[in-house]
């Protein structure tokens, strides 16, 4: 990556923490986010913390997809970050509304120790609380600086009030008439009259107490469930598992001069009860999609949480993994469950990206897609058990037309499902842009007969087909067909059977073509060669390719 002139520059004046309080005057606002990415590129913590403590725009953007050779933000300075965020609040310079960490999160252990989504989560959380508190306290110490102020204002006033009533006694004194006139209407003795300042300020300390005693719980009831003004808007994805529950739940109910918005929420092993309870708490506006995994939702469990998902206008993305839910389980009122789920689906009016992971709902994908009031874009249905009628189904829904990304793996293709799979991309060929097809038993016979169609997806950019039983020769006819699609740039190819230790069954499944162990004895490059030359041959040189599943990400090619 060529760096620009700014950007080496930045890197440059961030290098050296001493002088920044030399430059960090003089810095326009256009040059803040140059010299922030530099600070992010060169790990320096502390000059992250002094920019975003005085941040000069209304809105600073830190997550998100990076470009290419751009350096994700290290642990230490997403935490330096945070905590500039809330000394900032208090910081006349800062111009901070809304920070924006979405996407923010790596992968835990990643290179350049970046953070993952649970410990930002977290972290933003202790964030949000930290803020309260702190806003708590300036609070307190304003209020003692205001009962200083008003306790001197009294004593002022009782020693006015005091040297009045002096001179006011003399003067009587000195007119006999005016005071037995005085003493008749009112008859004050010179000893209440001369009452030191010092006793009625001891006097009404007393009374003062007496009454803060009495009402003090109520003073602070009204404190705590005062409407705090909102300085700045956390806008964040949040995981949530059973150890960060607690948190999260706090965070999200503390109301103080952050406030935490989640755009895409991730729970994993919690329960219904817990996931109805977040969702209660979430803005009904900022929330556009929800991920539950390895929760036992049930059929039942869905079913509930379906109507309140419907109270979120913008929510597009549901996606399901492992939540045990089994139609095959369920006989005895399956159909109302079924209708129920149905119903829930409906009222999910913008939904657009639906995943289910096996959830084990063979022949009853007409029942829940059917329902759906808009086309979808994205539909993953990989370990789904699908049967020849879900497929002849899905391939005349009215989604297919407006798919741009399909996910069938694990679901097992014949020769009875094949019609419907060529039918499916005929009608998906001009949107259709990533497939996977991974793990589906395609041997070299069955991936022939797709093949004309899959050449007909011209607007196809990767296509998954690991762990399938495929030869060589067949590699070779896919790598033919891949070459002459103009818009594929990610091929994910399995390992061909001459490259298992013998031993391996006939028809292997996805599960066996995992496990079983490659024959050192080939090399390894000699099937990565051979499609090569295929694919030069053809003259093709921009099509990636790779057998590597578990490195495979198909946003390469976005």
Not at 19 to 45: H, I, M, N, Q
Not at 170 to 176: H, M, P, V
Not at 533 to 555: A, E, Q
Request: glycine fraction near 6%; charge should be neutral.
């Amino acid at each position: 990556m060529v760096h620009s002139l700014v950007s080496l520059c930045a890197r440059e004046v961030v290098s050296d923490h001493s002088s920044s309080p030399t430059w960090l005057r003089w810095v326009p606002r256009e040059l803040y986010g140059a010299l922030l990415e530099a600070a992010y590129a060169c790990c320096k913590p502390l000059a992250v913390g002094e920019l975003v403590q005085r941040w000069p725009e209304r809105t600073l953007r830190v997550g998100g997809r990076r470009k290419t050779g751009q350096t994700a933000p290290s642990r230490l300075c997403i935490q330096a970050l945070l905590l500039a965020v809330v000394r900032g609040l208090a910081d006349q310079r800062s111009a901070l509304q809304v920070l924006d960490v979405c996407g923010l999160q790596g992968d835990e252990g990643g290179i350049g120790d970046p953070m993952g989504g649970w410990s930002l989560t977290v972290a933003l959380c202790t964030m949000v609380v930290q803020a309260k508190a702190g806003a708590h306290r300036t609070q307190r110490k304003e209020g003692d600086r205001e009962r200083k102020r008003f306790s001197a204002l009294e004593r002022e006033r009782d020693l006015k009030r005091e040297r009045g009533q002096r001179m006011e006694v003399k003067e009587l004194k000195d007119d006999e008439t005016c005071r037995e006139k005085t003493r008749s209407e009112s008859p004050v003795s010179d000893e209440e009259l001369i009452k030191g300042v010092r006793r009625r300020m001891e006097m009404e300390r007393k009374r003062g107490v007496v009454v803060t005693g009495s009402g003090g719980g109520k003073l602070e009831t009204e404190e705590k469930e005062a409407d705090w003004e909102v300085l700045v808007q956390v806008r964040a994805d949040i995981f949530v598992n059973a150890r960060s529950l607690e948190r999260v739940h706090l965070a999200l109910s503390t109301s103080g001069p952050l406030k935490l918005q989640c755009r895409y929420l991730r729970v994993e092993e919690i329960s219904v009860a817990s996931i109805r309870t977040l969702l209660n708490l979430l803005p009904r506006r900022a929330l556009l999609g929800i991920d539950v995994r390895y929760s036992s939702l049930g059929v039942a469990g869905l079913a509930e949480l379906l109507p309140l998902l419907s109270t979120f206008p913008e929510l597009n993305s549901l996606r399901l993994h492992y939540c045990n839910l089994d139609i095959r389980r369920d006989n005895l009122g399956q159909e109302r469950v079924l209708r129920n789920l149905s119903q829930g689906l409906s009222n999910l009016q913008e939904l657009r990206h639906l995943s289910l992971t096996a959830l084990r709902l063979p022949g009853q994908l007409r029942v829940l897609l059917s329902a759906l009031p808009q086309p979808l874009e994205v539909l993953e249905l990989p370990y789904l058990s699908l049967r020849p009628a879900d497929f002849a189904y899905l391939s005349c829904s009215h989604h297919v037309s407006s798919l741009l990304q399909l996910d069938l793996s694990e679901n097992c293709l014949d020769e009875t499902t094949v019609p419907s799979i060529r039918r499916l991309l005929c009608q998906a060929s001009s949107s259709l842009q990533h497939l996977s097809l991974s793990g589906c038993g395609l041997t070299d016979g069955l991936l022939g007969m797709l093949l004309p169609s899959l050449g007909g997806c011209w607007a196809l950019k990767s296509l998954a087909l690991a762990l399938n039983p495929l030869s060589r020769a067949g590699l070779c006819d896919l790598m033919r067909t891949a070459a002459r699609m103009p818009c594929l740039r990610l091929l994910l190819y399995p390992n061909p059977l001459e490259d298992y230790q013998p031993g391996l069954p006939e028809l292997p499944s996805s599960t066996q073509l995992l496990d079983w162990p490659l024959d050192e004895s080939v090399d390894n490059n000699t099937t990565s060669n051979k499609l090569s030359k295929v694919m030069m041959d053809s003259g093709r040189s921009d099509l990636v390719l790779t057998c590597d599943l578990l490195n495979f990400d198909k946003d390469m090619v976005d």
